[in-house]
Structures are given as structure tokens and as C-alpha cells.
């Protein structure tokens, strides 16, 4: 059962690091993307639209299910704690009291996730309107 215990926290923690380097990385990709893109280099409506929004469904992803991995964590952590109480036969409140506040740290680093990349997942998206309208302002001139 110590195994389990240290495995819940380590996984979930691991899980959710690679949540957040994913998010920071394609964020980092698509800001400097946005600074450099020449719009004019793309011809179809399509070709546009498929490069502006490139990573942004990833970073949806995360955002929306980083909190489902530390609520996982979470339940695994609170199991543990359950299972902890059921062998010892003493019930000190603060033994369980600590036990259940460290099972939620997962939903707190879920959270600590989740809101930043759904903060940089919308201003991508807005920033991506914003390109998308230039371009067809371009070829509107064009035409």
C-alpha cells in the first residue's frame, strides 16, 4: 500500500508537469509564430485557418482536462486515506485531516494548469481573429 500511496502523488504530479510543459511549449511555438507569420504567403481561406489555429486544440485539451487529472488524483488520494483509517484501529482526526489535504493538492495543481492554458488558449484565439480579418482585408484590396 506505500507504493500506491507514493505512486498516486508521483504519477499525478508527473502528469500534470507534462500538461504544463506541453501547454507552455506550444504557447511559446505559437506566440512567436503569430509575431512572424506573413499572411500573404497563403492563398485560401483554408491554408489560413489551418495554420493560425495549428496547436490551439492541444491547448484546449489541457486546459479542459488537467482538472479531471488532479480530481483523479484527488480520488486515488482520498481511497488511500479511506484504506489508511480502515487498518488503524486509533482515529486521530489530524491524521486524517492531513491525509485529505494532501489529496487535494492533485486538484489544486489541476487547476494550476488548467486556468493558464485556457487564459492563453483565448487570447490565441483572439489573436487569431484578429490575423485571420488582416488577411481577408489583404485580399479584399486584391481583388
Known amino acids: 500500500m506505500e507504493y500506491l500511496k507514493e505512486s498516486v ?37 483554408n491554408e489560413v485557418e489551418v495554420i493560425l489555429t495549428n496547436n490551439l486544440s492541444t491547448i484546449s485539451s489541457i486546459a479542459s482536462n488537467a482538472p ?9 488520494g482520498i481511497m488511500v486515506v479511506f484504506y489508511d483509517m ?8 489530524s491524521v486524517v485531516v492531513i491525509g485529505l489535504s494532501l489529496a487535494l493538492k492533485a486538484t ?3 487547476l494550476l494548469v488548467a486556468i493558464p492554458s485556457m487564459m492563453l488558449y483565448s487570447a490565441f484565439l483572439r489573436k487569431t481573429d484578429i490575423l485571420f480579418a ?10
Not at 479531471?68 to 486515488?76: F, H
Not at 480502515?86 to 482526526?93: A, H, P, V
Not at 488582416?134 to 481583388?143: A, H, L, T, V
Open 9 to 45: 502523488d508521483y504519477g499525478i504530479l508527473a502528469i500534470l508537469f507534462f500538461m504544463s510543459f506541453v501547454s507552455i511549449w506550444l504557447s511559446i511555438e505559437r506566440y512567436f509564430f503569430y509575431k512572424s507569420v506573413d499572411l500573404m504567403e497563403y492563398k485560401t481561406k
Open 68 to 76: 479531471y487529472v488532479g480530481l483523479l488524483g484527488t480520488v486515488m
Open 86 to 93: 480502515g487498518q488503524n484501529s486509533s482515529l486521530e482526526t
Open 108 to 110: 489544486a495543481l489541476g
Open 134 to 143: 488582416k488577411w481577408e482585408d489583404e485580399i479584399n484590396k486584391k481583388i
